[in-house]
Protein backbone atom coordinates (compact mmCIF):
# COMPACT_ATOMS: atom_id res chain seq x y z
CA UNK A 1 0.00 0.00 0.00
CA UNK A 2 3.11 2.54 0.88
CA UNK A 3 3.62 3.70 -2.99
CA UNK A 4 -0.62 3.66 -3.98
CA UNK A 5 -2.33 6.43 -5.73
CA UNK A 6 -4.92 6.58 -3.04
CA UNK A 7 -2.99 6.60 0.14
CA UNK A 8 -0.57 9.61 -1.97
CA UNK A 9 -3.98 11.68 -2.65
CA UNK A 10 -4.86 10.99 1.16
CA UNK A 11 -1.39 12.31 2.31
CA UNK A 12 -1.68 15.44 0.69
CA UNK A 13 -4.79 16.52 1.81
CA UNK A 14 -3.03 15.63 5.60
CA UNK A 15 0.16 17.62 4.66
CA UNK A 16 -2.41 20.82 4.18
CA UNK A 17 -3.52 20.24 7.98
CA UNK A 18 0.02 19.66 9.18
CA UNK A 19 1.20 23.01 7.48
CA UNK A 20 -1.65 24.67 9.27
CA UNK A 21 -0.61 23.26 12.77
CA UNK A 22 3.15 24.10 11.98
CA UNK A 23 2.36 27.40 11.43
CA UNK A 24 0.07 27.40 14.69
CA UNK A 25 2.95 26.34 16.69
CA UNK A 26 5.58 28.97 14.91
CA UNK A 27 3.43 31.84 16.32
CA UNK A 28 4.26 31.12 19.85
CA UNK A 29 0.45 31.79 21.10
CA UNK A 30 -0.52 27.96 21.62
CA UNK A 31 0.23 27.04 25.55
CA UNK A 32 2.44 25.03 26.41
CA UNK A 33 1.10 22.19 27.22
CA UNK A 34 -0.45 21.96 24.01
CA UNK A 35 2.82 22.56 22.05
CA UNK A 36 4.12 19.96 23.81
CA UNK A 37 1.48 17.37 22.74
CA UNK A 38 1.38 19.30 19.09
CA UNK A 39 5.49 18.61 18.86
CA UNK A 40 5.32 14.96 19.56
CA UNK A 41 2.05 14.45 17.24
CA UNK A 42 4.95 15.56 14.72
CA UNK A 43 7.21 13.31 15.36
CA UNK A 44 9.78 15.06 18.30
CA UNK A 45 10.03 12.75 20.57
CA UNK A 46 11.41 14.61 24.41
CA UNK A 47 12.74 11.43 25.79
CA UNK A 48 15.92 9.45 24.30
CA UNK A 49 15.72 6.23 22.89
CA UNK A 50 16.29 3.33 25.33
CA UNK A 51 19.11 1.10 24.62
CA UNK A 52 18.41 -2.71 23.49
CA UNK A 53 14.95 -3.96 22.21
CA UNK A 54 11.89 -1.67 21.53
CA UNK A 55 8.43 -2.74 21.51
CA UNK A 56 6.06 -0.21 19.88
CA UNK A 57 2.40 -0.70 21.12
CA UNK A 58 -0.30 1.34 19.46
CA UNK A 59 -3.11 1.53 21.58
CA UNK A 60 -5.41 4.75 19.60
CA UNK A 61 -7.82 5.51 22.28
CA UNK A 62 -6.57 5.56 25.84
CA UNK A 63 -9.40 3.02 26.74
CA UNK A 64 -7.32 -0.06 26.26
CA UNK A 65 -3.89 1.17 27.83
CA UNK A 66 -4.13 -0.85 30.52
CA UNK A 67 -4.63 -4.08 28.59
CA UNK A 68 -1.68 -3.08 26.50
CA UNK A 69 0.65 -2.47 29.55
CA UNK A 70 -0.47 -5.56 31.16
CA UNK A 71 0.74 -7.29 27.98
CA UNK A 72 3.84 -4.99 27.92
CA UNK A 73 4.19 -6.35 31.55
CA UNK A 74 4.33 -10.16 30.45
CA UNK A 75 6.38 -9.69 27.94
CA UNK A 76 9.08 -8.30 30.08
CA UNK A 77 8.71 -10.76 32.87
CA UNK A 78 9.57 -13.21 29.66
CA UNK A 79 12.18 -11.07 28.32
CA UNK A 80 13.52 -8.31 30.75
CA UNK A 81 15.69 -6.55 28.40
CA UNK A 82 12.41 -5.37 26.26
CA UNK A 83 11.39 -2.08 26.76
CA UNK A 84 8.11 -0.68 25.40
CA UNK A 85 7.12 2.78 23.54
CA UNK A 86 2.70 3.70 23.84
CA UNK A 87 1.54 5.86 21.33
CA UNK A 88 -1.90 6.82 21.49
CA UNK A 89 -4.44 9.38 19.28
CA UNK A 90 -6.63 10.28 22.30
CA UNK A 91 -6.48 13.82 23.58
CA UNK A 92 -4.64 13.05 26.82
CA UNK A 93 -2.11 10.58 27.45
CA UNK A 94 -1.00 8.16 30.52
CA UNK A 95 2.40 9.03 31.88
CA UNK A 96 5.53 7.33 31.19
CA UNK A 97 6.91 4.36 34.04
CA UNK A 98 9.90 2.23 34.18
CA UNK A 99 10.55 0.97 30.72
CA UNK A 100 7.04 2.00 29.66
CA UNK A 101 7.20 5.29 27.40
CA UNK A 102 4.11 7.24 26.57
CA UNK A 103 4.63 9.36 23.47
CA UNK A 104 1.15 10.66 21.38
CA UNK A 105 0.96 9.33 17.96
CA UNK A 106 2.56 11.00 15.12
CA UNK A 107 -0.39 12.63 12.51
CA UNK A 108 -0.83 11.23 9.47
CA UNK A 109 2.18 13.10 8.09
CA UNK A 110 5.10 11.65 6.32
CA UNK A 111 7.74 14.01 7.62
CA UNK A 112 6.22 13.51 11.14
CA UNK A 113 6.00 9.61 10.59
CA UNK A 114 9.62 9.74 9.25
CA UNK A 115 10.69 11.45 12.55
CA UNK A 116 9.21 9.56 15.18
CA UNK A 117 10.44 6.15 13.23
CA UNK A 118 13.88 7.52 12.98
CA UNK A 119 14.04 8.63 16.20
CA UNK A 120 12.48 5.67 18.27
CA UNK A 121 13.79 2.75 15.69
CA UNK A 122 10.72 0.30 16.97
CA UNK A 123 12.20 -3.62 16.21
CA UNK A 124 8.53 -4.28 16.14
CA UNK A 125 4.58 -3.04 16.66
CA UNK A 126 1.92 -4.29 18.34
CA UNK A 127 -1.43 -2.39 17.92
CA UNK A 128 -3.84 -3.51 20.25
CA UNK A 129 -6.84 -1.22 19.35
CA UNK A 130 -7.77 -0.50 15.56
CA UNK A 131 -6.91 3.39 14.88
CA UNK A 132 -5.81 2.15 12.06
CA UNK A 133 -3.61 5.21 10.58
CA UNK A 134 -2.47 4.27 6.43
CA UNK A 135 0.16 6.70 6.88
CA UNK A 136 1.40 5.13 9.77
CA UNK A 137 1.34 1.63 8.96
CA UNK A 138 2.46 2.01 5.43
CA UNK A 139 5.53 4.00 6.87
CA UNK A 140 6.46 1.40 9.53
CA UNK A 141 6.53 -1.20 6.72
CA UNK A 142 8.76 0.20 4.87
CA UNK A 143 11.55 0.89 7.64
CA UNK A 144 10.69 -3.01 8.20
CA UNK A 145 9.07 -2.71 11.30
CA UNK A 146 6.93 -5.96 11.52
CA UNK A 147 3.16 -4.79 12.67
CA UNK A 148 0.88 -7.04 14.23
CA UNK A 149 -3.27 -6.08 14.60
CA UNK A 150 -4.26 -8.18 18.09
CA UNK A 151 -7.39 -6.19 19.05
CA UNK A 152 -9.55 -5.84 15.76
CA UNK A 153 -13.11 -5.27 16.75
CA UNK A 154 -14.63 -1.80 15.64
CA UNK A 155 -11.78 -0.83 12.87
CA UNK A 156 -14.54 -2.33 10.14
CA UNK A 157 -17.27 0.07 11.20
CA UNK A 158 -15.70 3.14 12.61
CA UNK A 159 -15.69 6.34 10.68
CA UNK A 160 -12.17 7.37 9.93
CA UNK A 161 -10.86 10.01 7.46
CA UNK A 162 -8.92 7.14 5.15
CA UNK A 163 -12.33 5.97 4.66
CA UNK A 164 -13.65 8.74 1.78
CA UNK A 165 -10.49 7.38 -0.46
CA UNK A 166 -11.36 4.41 -2.28
CA UNK A 167 -8.35 2.29 -2.65
CA UNK A 168 -7.21 3.06 0.68
CA UNK A 169 -9.86 0.96 2.46
CA UNK A 170 -9.40 -2.29 0.43
CA UNK A 171 -5.63 -2.43 1.03
CA UNK A 172 -5.77 -0.96 4.73
CA UNK A 173 -4.80 -4.05 7.00
CA UNK A 174 -1.80 -5.19 3.90
CA UNK A 175 1.01 -4.09 5.64
CA UNK A 176 0.27 -6.28 8.90
CA UNK A 177 1.73 -9.65 8.84
CA UNK A 178 -1.10 -10.98 11.44
CA UNK A 179 -4.32 -9.93 12.26
CA UNK A 180 -6.15 -11.42 15.53
CA UNK A 181 -9.92 -10.98 15.94
CA UNK A 182 -12.79 -12.70 17.96
CA UNK A 183 -15.34 -13.55 15.55
CA UNK A 184 -16.16 -14.95 11.64
CA UNK A 185 -18.50 -11.05 11.02
CA UNK A 186 -15.48 -8.98 12.42
CA UNK A 187 -12.98 -11.46 10.39
CA UNK A 188 -14.56 -11.45 7.12
CA UNK A 189 -14.94 -7.54 7.53
CA UNK A 190 -11.45 -7.38 8.20
CA UNK A 191 -10.69 -9.01 5.32
CA UNK A 192 -12.50 -6.85 2.64
CA UNK A 193 -9.85 -4.30 4.37
CA UNK A 194 -6.58 -6.50 3.37
CA UNK A 195 -6.01 -8.84 5.80
CA UNK A 196 -6.25 -12.24 3.73
CA UNK A 197 -7.75 -15.24 5.47
CA UNK A 198 -3.89 -16.66 5.96
CA UNK A 199 -2.85 -13.92 8.48
CA UNK A 200 -6.56 -13.54 9.93
CA UNK A 201 -6.58 -15.59 13.32
CA UNK A 202 -10.74 -15.93 15.37
CA UNK A 203 -8.88 -16.22 19.22
CA UNK A 204 -10.71 -13.59 21.29
CA UNK A 205 -10.39 -9.85 22.44
CA UNK A 206 -7.57 -8.17 24.06
CA UNK A 207 -9.35 -7.31 27.72
CA UNK A 208 -7.81 -5.71 31.41
CA UNK A 209 -6.44 -8.49 33.63
CA UNK A 210 -3.43 -9.15 35.21
CA UNK A 211 -1.31 -12.41 35.93
CA UNK A 212 -1.28 -12.97 39.61
CA UNK A 213 1.48 -11.19 41.86
CA UNK A 214 3.86 -13.27 43.36
CA UNK A 215 4.47 -13.54 47.04
CA UNK A 216 6.53 -15.41 49.54
CA UNK A 217 4.98 -19.37 49.75
CA UNK A 218 6.09 -20.21 52.99
CA UNK A 219 5.90 -16.41 54.40
CA UNK A 220 2.22 -16.91 53.26
CA UNK A 221 1.64 -20.61 54.89
CA UNK A 222 3.15 -18.90 58.51
CA UNK A 223 1.14 -16.38 58.48
CA UNK A 224 -2.14 -18.16 57.39
CA UNK A 225 -1.64 -20.82 60.43
CA UNK A 226 -1.24 -17.58 63.02
CA UNK A 227 -4.72 -16.44 61.58
CA UNK A 228 -6.40 -19.43 60.81
CA UNK A 229 -10.22 -19.30 61.63
CA UNK A 230 -10.22 -15.58 61.89
CA UNK A 231 -12.09 -13.36 59.20
CA UNK A 232 -9.73 -11.43 57.40
CA UNK A 233 -9.96 -8.44 55.49
CA UNK A 234 -7.53 -5.94 53.37
CA UNK A 235 -7.47 -2.16 52.87
CA UNK A 236 -4.74 -1.67 49.95
CA UNK A 237 -3.14 1.63 48.87
CA UNK A 238 -4.93 3.43 51.78
CA UNK A 239 -4.48 7.55 51.22
CA UNK A 240 -4.07 9.52 54.34
CA UNK A 241 -7.97 10.93 53.66
CA UNK A 242 -8.99 7.03 54.10
CA UNK A 243 -7.40 6.28 56.90
CA UNK A 244 -10.09 7.41 59.24
CA UNK A 245 -12.77 6.38 57.62
CA UNK A 246 -11.09 2.73 57.49
CA UNK A 247 -10.56 2.53 60.85
CA UNK A 248 -14.57 3.54 61.45
CA UNK A 249 -15.79 0.78 59.74
CA UNK A 250 -13.18 -2.15 61.48
CA UNK A 251 -14.45 -0.77 64.96
CA UNK A 252 -18.37 -1.08 63.46
CA UNK A 253 -18.19 -4.52 62.67
CA UNK A 254 -15.43 -5.38 65.34
CA UNK A 255 -18.79 -4.82 67.27
CA UNK A 256 -20.35 -8.25 65.85
CA UNK A 257 -17.13 -9.99 64.58
CA UNK A 258 -15.09 -9.89 67.14
CA UNK A 259 -12.06 -12.10 65.43
CA UNK A 260 -11.83 -9.95 62.68
CA UNK A 261 -8.68 -8.69 61.63
CA UNK A 262 -7.57 -5.86 59.19
CA UNK A 263 -4.37 -5.81 57.25
CA UNK A 264 -3.51 -2.56 56.48
CA UNK A 265 -1.11 -1.26 53.55
CA UNK A 266 -0.61 2.25 53.89
CA UNK A 267 -0.36 4.47 50.41
CA UNK A 268 2.94 5.99 51.68
CA UNK A 269 5.16 2.52 53.62
CA UNK A 270 7.25 5.25 55.35
CA UNK A 271 4.45 6.27 57.11
CA UNK A 272 4.11 2.84 59.07
CA UNK A 273 5.39 3.62 62.79
CA UNK A 274 3.44 6.86 62.92
CA UNK A 275 0.23 5.36 61.51
CA UNK A 276 0.89 2.50 64.25
CA UNK A 277 1.02 5.18 67.11
CA UNK A 278 -2.28 6.81 65.54
CA UNK A 279 -4.03 3.49 65.44
CA UNK A 280 -3.15 2.40 69.43
CA UNK A 281 -4.16 5.86 70.29
CA UNK A 282 -7.54 4.87 69.05
CA UNK A 283 -7.81 2.13 71.20
CA UNK A 284 -6.97 -0.59 68.22
CA UNK A 285 -4.06 -3.32 69.05
CA UNK A 286 -1.47 -3.22 65.88
CA UNK A 287 1.73 -4.41 65.10
CA UNK A 288 3.83 -3.51 62.28
CA UNK A 289 5.21 -5.18 59.48
CA UNK A 290 8.36 -3.23 59.20
CA UNK A 291 9.29 -4.07 62.71
CA UNK A 292 9.40 -8.21 62.06
CA UNK A 293 6.21 -8.93 63.64
CA UNK A 294 4.22 -11.21 62.49
CA UNK A 295 -0.47 -10.93 63.67
CA UNK A 296 -1.22 -12.43 66.61
CA UNK A 297 -4.35 -14.05 68.67
CA UNK A 298 -4.95 -10.12 69.71
CA UNK A 299 -4.29 -8.24 67.05
CA UNK A 300 -6.85 -6.41 65.27
CA UNK A 301 -4.73 -4.41 62.95
CA UNK A 302 -1.51 -5.59 60.75
CA UNK A 303 -0.13 -2.89 59.36
CA UNK A 304 1.75 -3.91 55.97
CA UNK A 305 3.74 -1.00 55.72
CA UNK A 306 6.59 -2.57 53.23
CA UNK A 307 6.29 -2.17 49.28
CA UNK A 308 6.18 -5.62 46.78
CA UNK A 309 3.96 -7.91 48.79
CA UNK A 310 0.76 -7.28 47.79
CA UNK A 311 0.14 -10.65 46.28
CA UNK A 312 0.85 -11.45 49.67
CA UNK A 313 -2.06 -9.85 51.57
CA UNK A 314 -4.32 -10.48 48.94
CA UNK A 315 -4.01 -14.00 49.45
CA UNK A 316 -4.46 -14.11 52.48
CA UNK A 317 -7.87 -11.23 52.46
CA UNK A 318 -11.01 -12.36 51.50
CA UNK A 319 -12.51 -9.37 51.29
CA UNK A 320 -9.79 -6.25 49.67
CA UNK A 321 -11.29 -2.51 50.41
CA UNK A 322 -9.12 -0.87 46.89
CA UNK A 323 -7.80 2.29 47.59
CA UNK A 324 -7.06 5.56 46.19
CA UNK A 325 -10.67 5.82 45.94
CA UNK A 326 -12.78 7.10 48.41
CA UNK A 327 -10.42 10.22 47.96
CA UNK A 328 -9.88 11.97 44.57
CA UNK A 329 -6.78 9.22 43.46
CA UNK A 330 -7.83 7.99 40.97
CA UNK A 331 -8.38 4.31 42.00
CA UNK A 332 -5.88 1.20 41.62
CA UNK A 333 -5.42 -1.77 39.55
CA UNK A 334 -8.52 -4.01 40.45
CA UNK A 335 -7.51 -6.97 38.44
CA UNK A 336 -4.63 -7.65 40.92
CA UNK A 337 -7.43 -8.25 43.71
CA UNK A 338 -9.54 -10.45 41.57
CA UNK A 339 -6.80 -12.60 40.33
CA UNK A 340 -6.14 -13.96 43.76
CA UNK A 341 -10.12 -13.90 44.82
CA UNK A 342 -10.41 -11.46 46.85
CA UNK A 343 -13.78 -9.67 46.85
CA UNK A 344 -13.33 -6.14 45.90
CA UNK A 345 -15.23 -3.34 47.68
CA UNK A 346 -14.18 0.47 46.42
CA UNK A 347 -14.86 4.13 46.95
CA UNK A 348 -15.97 5.50 43.41
CA UNK A 349 -12.92 7.86 42.26
CA UNK A 350 -11.43 5.34 40.46
CA UNK A 351 -11.41 6.81 36.64
CA UNK A 352 -7.55 5.74 35.99
CA UNK A 353 -9.48 2.03 36.23
CA UNK A 354 -12.41 3.17 35.13
CA UNK A 355 -13.25 0.93 32.70
CA UNK A 356 -11.93 -2.33 34.56
CA UNK A 357 -14.46 -1.16 37.61
CA UNK A 358 -17.02 -1.30 35.18
CA UNK A 359 -16.92 -4.56 33.84
CA UNK A 360 -16.27 -5.86 37.11
CA UNK A 361 -19.50 -4.29 38.26
CA UNK A 362 -21.46 -5.13 35.07
CA UNK A 363 -20.81 -8.96 36.63
CA UNK A 364 -21.51 -7.64 40.29
CA UNK A 365 -18.08 -8.85 41.08
CA UNK A 366 -17.61 -5.29 43.36
CA UNK A 367 -19.23 -3.43 45.76
CA UNK A 368 -18.31 0.58 45.37
CA UNK A 369 -18.92 2.68 48.74
CA UNK A 370 -19.00 6.38 49.56
CA UNK A 371 -18.71 6.76 53.28
CA UNK A 372 -18.03 5.01 56.49
CA UNK A 373 -21.44 3.43 56.97
CA UNK A 374 -21.32 1.74 53.72
CA UNK A 375 -17.90 0.67 54.23
CA UNK A 376 -18.78 -1.23 56.89
CA UNK A 377 -21.87 -2.13 55.92
CA UNK A 378 -20.27 -3.78 52.52
CA UNK A 379 -17.88 -5.36 54.34
CA UNK A 380 -20.44 -7.24 57.33
CA UNK A 381 -22.07 -8.47 54.01
CA UNK A 382 -18.81 -9.85 52.28
CA UNK A 383 -17.62 -11.64 55.18
CA UNK A 384 -20.59 -13.79 54.26
CA UNK A 385 -18.29 -16.47 52.81
CA UNK A 386 -20.78 -17.49 50.17
CA UNK A 387 -21.07 -14.21 48.95
CA UNK A 388 -17.41 -13.24 48.81
CA UNK A 389 -16.77 -16.29 46.97
CA UNK A 390 -19.43 -15.47 44.14
CA UNK A 391 -17.71 -12.00 43.54
CA UNK A 392 -14.20 -13.26 43.89
CA UNK A 393 -15.57 -16.30 41.50
CA UNK A 394 -17.15 -13.65 38.83
CA UNK A 395 -13.95 -11.27 39.40
CA UNK A 396 -11.85 -13.95 38.48
CA UNK A 397 -13.56 -14.97 35.45
CA UNK A 398 -13.51 -11.61 33.94
CA UNK A 399 -9.36 -11.08 34.51
CA UNK A 400 -9.24 -14.02 32.62
CA UNK A 401 -10.75 -13.65 29.86
CA UNK A 402 -8.78 -12.25 27.73
CA UNK A 403 -5.73 -14.67 28.68
CA UNK A 404 -6.04 -16.81 25.26
CA UNK A 405 -5.71 -13.47 23.33
CA UNK A 406 -2.58 -12.34 25.66
CA UNK A 407 -0.74 -15.64 25.22
CA UNK A 408 -1.45 -15.75 21.69
CA UNK A 409 0.30 -12.33 21.03
CA UNK A 410 2.99 -13.36 23.08
CA UNK A 411 3.86 -16.04 21.19
CA UNK A 412 3.92 -13.92 17.91
CA UNK A 413 6.01 -11.46 19.54
CA UNK A 414 8.88 -13.74 20.85
CA UNK A 415 8.82 -15.73 17.48
CA UNK A 416 9.08 -12.58 15.64
CA UNK A 417 12.42 -11.61 18.38
CA UNK A 418 13.80 -14.93 18.08
CA UNK A 419 13.71 -14.88 14.07
CA UNK A 420 15.53 -11.19 14.41
CA UNK A 421 18.07 -11.96 16.49
CA UNK A 422 21.67 -12.96 14.49
CA UNK A 423 22.36 -16.57 14.68
Partial sequence: MANSIPLKLYLATRARSERGTRRALARGDTPEDEKAQEHERLGHAGIERPDGPLIWIHSGQDRHALAARELANRLRAEREELNFLFTTSARARRDSEEHLISQFAPDEYVPAIRSFLTHWKPDLSIWTEPDVRPALAAG?????VPLYLIDAHTAPTETQGWRFWPGVSSTLLTDFRHVITGDPVKAGALRRLGAGPAKTEIVGYLEEGTAALPCNTAERDDIAKDIVGRPVWL???AADAEIEPILDAHRQVLRRTHKLLLILVPDDPEAGPDLAKAIRDHGFTASLRSSGAFPVSDTQIYIADTEGE??????LAAVSYLGRSLEASGGVNPFEAAA?????????NVRNYRRAYGRLASAGATRMVRNTNQ????????LSPD??????????KLCTSGAEVTDRAMDLVLTELDEREPA
Avoid at 387 to 396: D, K, Q
Fill in 140 to 144: AAGFG
Fill in 235 to 237: AGH
Fill in 310 to 315: MGLWYR
Fill in 340 to 348: LGSAIIHGP
Fill in 375 to 382: LSEALEAL
Fill in 387 to 396: IAALMAHEAW
